[in-house]
């Protein structure tokens, strides 16, 4: 089994705007970092998941050919059977619930990253539109303050 590793901590910066909060491109790319180190963890415990599945079934084959071969009593390999099963039976369990929980924080940093870019889109949105406002208005100043210099 992989050893424990301690937890991914992320921290979300926000810079304030008129409309509200927004978070920092550095969070974002923070939070894909953390994303990254999880998909890391995930391909490793594949991995780790494979190893011991490869190393059961080797020994699954061995406890065949000693059958085969006629080596050991039936007590013995009914024995030897039953322990590798529960040995198999333990790691799918712990494997499927480790999967489980990785898929279900996935989906909540997609839910997460999905707000983030609906409230990044909001924001964007609402910052064209005034920047475009203010631009319009100074143009209108400028024009105002052209014709009064002419005058």
Same mark, same amino acid.
């Not at 198999?88 to 489980?100: D, H, N, P, T």
């Given at each position: 089994m992989p050893e424990q590793k301690d937890k !991914? /901590?992320?921290? &979300?910066? %926000?810079? /304030?705007?008129? $409309?509200?909060? @927004?978070?920092? @491109?550095?969070? $974002? #790319? =923070? !939070? !894909?970092?953390?994303?990254n180190l999880l998909n890391s963890d995930m391909v490793n415990l594949n991995a780790d998941a494979a190893k011991?599945?490869?190393?059961?079934? #080797?020994?699954? =084959?061995?406890?065949? #050919?000693?059958?085969?071969?006629?080596? !050991? %009593?039936?007590? @013995?390999? %009914?024995? /030897?059977?039953e322990k590798v099963s529960n040995q198999l039976?333990? $790691?799918? #369990?712990s494997e499927k619930e480790k999967w489980e929980s990785l898929q279900g924080i996935m989906m909540d940093v997609g839910e997460i990253l999905k707000g983030f870019q609906a409230t990044l889109e909001e924001s964007s949105t609402r910052v064209d539109r005034s920047v475009k406002e203010t631009l319009k208005a $100074?143009?209108? &100043?400028?024009? @105002?303050?052209a014709r009064e210099e002419q005058k």
């Amino acid at each position: 089994m992989p050893e424990q590793k301690d937890k !991914v /901590k992320i921290q &979300i910066d %926000s810079i /304030k705007t008129p $409309l509200g909060d @927004v978070p920092t @491109v550095e969070s $974002l #790319k =923070r !939070v !894909v970092n953390g994303l990254n180190l999880l998909n890391s963890d995930m391909v490793n415990l594949n991995a780790d998941a494979a190893k011991n599945i490869s190393a059961m079934d #080797k020994e699954l =084959r061995n406890i065949r #050919k000693l059958i085969a071969e006629e080596t !050991v %009593s039936f007590e @013995v390999m %009914s024995q /030897k059977l039953e322990k590798v099963s529960n040995q198999l039976e333990l $790691l799918a #369990k712990s494997e499927k619930e480790k999967w489980e929980s990785l898929q279900g924080i996935m989906m909540d940093v997609g839910e997460i990253l999905k707000g983030f870019q609906a409230t990044l889109e909001e924001s964007s949105t609402r910052v064209d539109r005034s920047v475009k406002e203010t631009l319009k208005a $100074l143009a209108e &100043i400028i024009a @105002v303050t052209a014709r009064e210099e002419q005058k």
